[in-house]
């Protein structure tokens, strides 16, 4: 498949970066099946791309839901080509807050979701010649987030962190069929995940950036969409930071 012409799936889709990479996606002139646990919004959907649009709903965590929306996106597109995954759910508890069952719900549908979805669309891909899956890990990981105030705590920068090593593992299981996988680890990003985040704390995260911002989901979303085109042919197995200079840590 040429560039143009792309059919891929996006997760997470019905808002924040998820929601970006779909407009994106569709700028791009690609075919998106638009997934998420609630039904992805086709509002500002210009006219002109709604035919490249489909919305489906899915719990990444149930592989059945992760295979049915690969295998609706096949139907309508006719194939698959690329996956952007980037649902998630956010645990902002601290260590004393947080218990069992929401740390073990956080790496089921950060982690687990993961692996399913992008097992699901490898499947499809390798019918289909090849692919590129993009992953979604946090810049989190590296600061050691400790949660409150709507801040990744201990199972959220885990799950993150697991991330990593799946990229890696599945980059090179996935290279003889001739899918690639990368991730990308956003820094701090105006999102609904840092929507309850102080003015004052929100100053503070961008100071530590070099452009001294957060970042716009968009911003991400044109990453996540250079790692599913051809254009990055020669980049697998890589976290690419999407921060605005955050790792320097200032």
Partial sequence: M??????IIVTGAASGIGAACVRAALDRGWSVCAVDINEPDATGIPANARARFLAARADVADAAACEAAVA???RAFGG???LIHMAAIHSTSTWRELDAVEFQRTLGVNVTG?????QACARAMEASGGGAI??????SMNVSGVGGHGRGGPAYVASKAAIVGLTRALARSFAPIKVRVNAVSPGATRTAMTADYSEDALQKVGERTLVGRIGEAR???SVACFLVSDESSYVIGDIIA???????GL
């Fill in 242 to 248: 999407v921060n605005g200079g955050g790792s320097f």
């Fill in 219 to 221: 911003e991400i979303a």
């Fill in 72 to 74: 609706n996106a096949v």
């Fill in 2 to 7: 040429t560039t143009s012409a792309k059919r």
């Fill in 114 to 118: 993961s692996f399913l979805m992008a």
């Fill in 80 to 82: 698959l080509d690329g």
């Fill in 134 to 139: 993009v992953l979604a890990s946090s810049g």
